[in-house]
């Protein structure tokens, strides 16, 4: 019930978004095939081999914890999103987004600081993620 509670409440300039990968992953087939768009010329090569459901080991570095996680998700967190050039002024907007997300680490942010870091207008990009339509599983962060 609390998610149809949530997804009544209406986005403002200060909601936080991110990438809900779970959703994404449940409603785009090609997701995979999206993210590997971005990944740097080195790991271009080192995926082409690889299954897309790759899972490696994962330590916290907090916690010393060992978690699976998504091998391609990982690499582009951790390591190409973080190269120089990685977001460029003139590309679209859902792709910009995609991109502040995957190299802040998906941490959230509002459509206030993402426009002060994209220099784009906050109200487009309210409008553009809070609209019926999901777009690369860029969603409002979810209270629960």
């Not at 090609?30 to 330590?59: A, G, K, M, P």
């Not at 003139?90 to 190299?103: I, T, Y």
Request: proline share 6%; glycine share 4%; hydrophobic share 35%.
């Amino acid at each position: 019930m609390s998610s149809k509670i949530s997804s009544l409440i209406k986005p403002t300039l200060n909601s936080p978004f991110n990438i809900d990968f779970n959703w994404w992953k449940d409603h785009d087939r090609d997701w995979q095939v999206y993210l590997r768009s971005f990944l740097c010329e080195e790991h271009r090569r080192i995926f082409q081999d690889l299954d897309n459901d790759e899972v490696i080991d994962w330590v916290d570095p907090k916690t010393a914890e060992v978690k699976q996680v998504d091998g391609l998700q990982h690499t582009l967190i951790s390591h190409c999103a973080k190269q120089e050039g990685f977001i460029s002024r003139n590309m679209a907007l859902v792709d910009s987004v995609f991109k502040v997300f995957l190299s802040n680490g998906n941490k959230p942010l509002t459509p206030q600081e993402l426009g002060e870091i994209l220099n784009r207008p906050p109200d487009i990009i309210l409008k553009t993620f809070s609209g019926f339509r999901v777009y690369k599983g860029i969603r409002p962060v979810s209270s629960s």
